[in-house]
């Protein structure tokens, strides 16, 4: 067989590309402006993104611009809309009720719905779907709710809160949903605010510490990419830094209110959990309710245009918060159309409206026919948001995944959450004489009496953004393991355990317990309804405390979002602890009690003694707290119930004796707590 050289082959190719070109360059004008036109390059996954982007861009109209700037509740989506305006973002609102037995296969199933209304439209650009995800999914039934942010801060463990983050994004696409409206970086100078157990500390170097969530949820920014937005791979999901900016140093801590600092400080105490969050890659900003200096931040083009993204150089989208334009002004919505504009002129990119898309659709294109809104800002907010949606991959594979369904609420990720909850209670009494601790406690035992409104309440010890956007009581509204659940799990089967909301002093005193276990606390709240005044422990708290502790060697379990007024009961316990909001695995309260694992949380909070010292935080000149920042007591765990754990749960009947009776029924038909 003939040998064809190399050089004549290279000649041959030569020829033939001469020749294509003469050919296409020979074809009618029209003809060639139909190949290119036929050619989309946005939808070209080897393009860079930034020509995909202008691409995109060139092809779109303003109103269909308009539309990619707004987020609408699910309840205000339908397939008319979807397909005719193209709509950016559709997310699940924390109001939406709580849908009990729904599978992540139906969450999928509606939203590759949405999808494929948005796939129908004229340029086929794919929705993002958002959704709290706070401490775990912790919207969804099934999921594996973590500590909140004020006990995970306790830990100070960047490792943890990344694997924290890798499950979480794993749980929110195992629903189909593709962004996160997490992590919270505000930093909490006063208790008083109700949003404070959404913030890991009064101290900004700690919370900057806890930015790594960032890299579990959207995966770890290469070297060359940081400072821009990144997403890792298709198990990880678009996060959001919070609340831009100030929204943990409002005046008295009423929640957005209005934060009155200087720039030093600011950038000193509030800003550094953002230029972390920024460098790591964060994908989205949300701007706050709350005011600086008087300007809201919702309407700051200083600090969102200028600081923001001029320069911090933030690629990514600033979004609002939930109606955040209807609160610029007051009352609520009045004079939408300024509110619009001074939100659009500030630098907000995407706009949570969530139901009122046509209004607000309507006054950007009217803003725009008067020129008070340039073709620029739209531009620039649009190119911000597509940019990740690039880098989600949505234009290559926008139907959700179905291959994550089985990690929601996976054991793996329970254990993890329980690990979570071990490593951020803080011990801060143990033993009313020195040198002889309380805890940790023996599991064996003849009778124990575990009591208090939050011993067996799933509910209440997952706090506010739980199920529900201001949480719910009682334990048939999602899966765990109750602080009372994980008790009886861990003792022998020989020991007795007497459950009880509200005992009565008499039958405690002659009960002969061994030792009781108290588990008081705040009821759940969220946002401005947690906002308080007085700290204290609601009632009947005290009245537990005092009734049990009086009368039997006890140790508390304090079940909040911030520290609370305690030192009054203090002489009457053996031991306390704060355990914060751990979530939906209660067990990891008890492995610590009973010494399988130590006490290691230090505090990340300043404890008052009296609300009339607030706002008090590590550093301030008049410190004289009852609890300083980084307060803890360390114990070690206790190798003989490691060894013995296992052995006396196996083949015996553990008896449960509850004492609820009337007690516990007139608690849950009409609750204790005072409004």
Sequence with gaps: MQKISCSALLVGLACLCCWVAMTEANLPGEHRKLKKKNYMAYKDPKQPIETRITDLMDRMTLEEKVAQMAQLDRSSITEELMKKDNIGSVLNGGENLPRVGVTATQDIEMINKFQNWSLQSRLGIPIMYGIDAIHGHNNVYKATLFPHNVGL?????????????????????????HYAFSPCVAV?????????????????????KMTEIVA????????????????????????????????????????????????????????????????????????SYSSLNGVKMHANHDLVTNYLKNSLKFKGFVISDWQGLDKITYPFHSNYTYSVLASVSAGVDMFMLPFNYTEYHDIVLDLHSKQLIPDSRIDDAVSRILRVKFLMGLFENPMADYNYVDQLGCQAHRDLAREAVRKSLVLLK??????????????????????????????????????????????????????????????????????????????????????????????????????????????????????????????????????????????????????????????????????????????????????????????DKNYDPLFPFGFGITTQPHMSYLKSASVGRKSKTRRLLLLCNMVLLSYQIFGFFRP
């Design 153 to 177: 801060g306790v830990t100070r463990d960047p490792d943890l809160m990344k694997r924290i983050g890798a499950a979480t994004a794993l749980e929110v696409k195992a629903t189909g949903i």
């Design 430 to 619: 143990n033993g009313k004489q020195p040198n002889k601790p309380f805890l940790p406690l023996p599991k064996k035992a003849n009778r124990i009496l575990v009591a208090g409104t939050h011993a067996n309440n799933l509910g209440y010890q997952c706090g506010g953004w739980s199920i529900t956007w201001q949480g719910v009581s009682g334990n048939n509204n999602t899966v765990g393991t109750t602080i009372l659940g994980g008790i009886i799990s861990a003792v022998y089967a020989t020991t007795e355990v007497v459950h009880s909301l509200n005992p009565d002093p008499n039958f405690v005193k002659s009960s002969n317990f061994d030792y009781a276990i108290v588990a008081v606390g705040e009821p759940p709240y969220a946002e401005s309804r947690g906002d308080n005044s007085n700290l204290t422990i609601p009632e009947p708290g005290p009245s537990i405390i005092t009734n049990i502790c009086n009368q039997v060697k006890c140790v508390v379990i304090l079940v909040s979002g911030r520290p609370l007024v305690i030192e009054p009961y203090l002489p009457m316990m053996e031991a306390l602890v704060a355990a914060w909001l751990p979530g939906t695995e209660g067990q990891g309260v008890a492995d610590v009690l009973f010494g399988d694992h130590g006490f290691t949380g230090k505090l990340a909070r300043t404890w008052f003694k009296r609300v009339d010292q607030l706002p008090m935080n590590i550093g």
């Design 188 to 208: 909490c100078r006063d208790p008083r605010w109700g949003r404070c157990y959404e913030s890991f500390s009064e101290d900004p170097t700690t919370v900057r």
């Design 216 to 287: 579990g949820l959207q995966g770890e920014v290469p070297d060359s990419q940081k400072g821009n937005p990144y997403i890792g791979g298709k198990d990880k999901v678009a996060g959001c830094a919070k609340h831009y900016v100030g929204d943990g140093g409002t005046i008295k801590g009423i929640n957005e209110n209005n934060t009155a600092i200087d720039w030093k400080d600011l950038l000193k105490i509030h800003m550094p959990g953002y230029f972390d969050s920024i460098d790591k890659g964060v994908c989205s900003i949300m701007v």
